[in-house]
Nanobody, 134 residues
Framework: DVQLVESGGGSVQAGGSLRLSCVFS???????????MGWFRQAPGKEREGVAA????????HVADSVRGRFVISLDLTKNTLYLQMNSLKPEDTAMYYC?????????????????????????WGQGTQVTVS
């Protein structure tokens, strides 16, 4: 089974930084460079929303307007790890953050435009890591 394991969450004061990591077991991505991975978040009582997503076949990445200029997504296929560097954190960034894999490429646009789609077409999801900003 494909597994996604997130880490790096925690409690931080506003203005601080965190780096989330998502270690994933290999899956068909090596043969399907049409697909993407991404970070999503869900606050209590709110819908899950896209934060950032990246295409495995190149350097294309998209981030949501709410985090543009503060968050950076990166992928290291030599370590099977997806990262989310979060800077200048705000209380409204408080949420459970999830890593997703095997996203369709159209998910990049959904994330960039802030369109909320149940599941976003992802095949695999991690268990999440909590980020709390006070």
């Amino acid at each position: 089974d494909v597994q996604l394991v997130e880490s790096g969450g925690g409690s931080v004061q506003a203005g601080g930084s965190l780096r989330l990591s998502c270690v994933f077991s290999e899956w068909k991505y090596k043969h399907s460079d049409m697909y993407c991975m991404g970070w999503f978040r869900q606050a209590p009582g709110k819908e899950r929303e896209g934060v950032a997503a990246t295409w495995l076949g190149g350097t294309t990445a998209h981030v949501a307007d709410s985090v543009r200029g503060r968050f950076v997504i990166s992928l290291d296929l030599t370590k099977n790890t997806l990262y989310l560097q979060m800077n200048s954190l705000k209380p409204e960034d408080t949420a459970m953050y999830y890593c997703a894999a095997d996203l369709p490429r159209r998910a990049l646009g959904w994330v960039r435009l802030g369109v909320k789609i149940p599941g976003y077409g992802a095949t695999y999801w991690g268990q999440g890591t909590q980020v709390t900003v006070s």
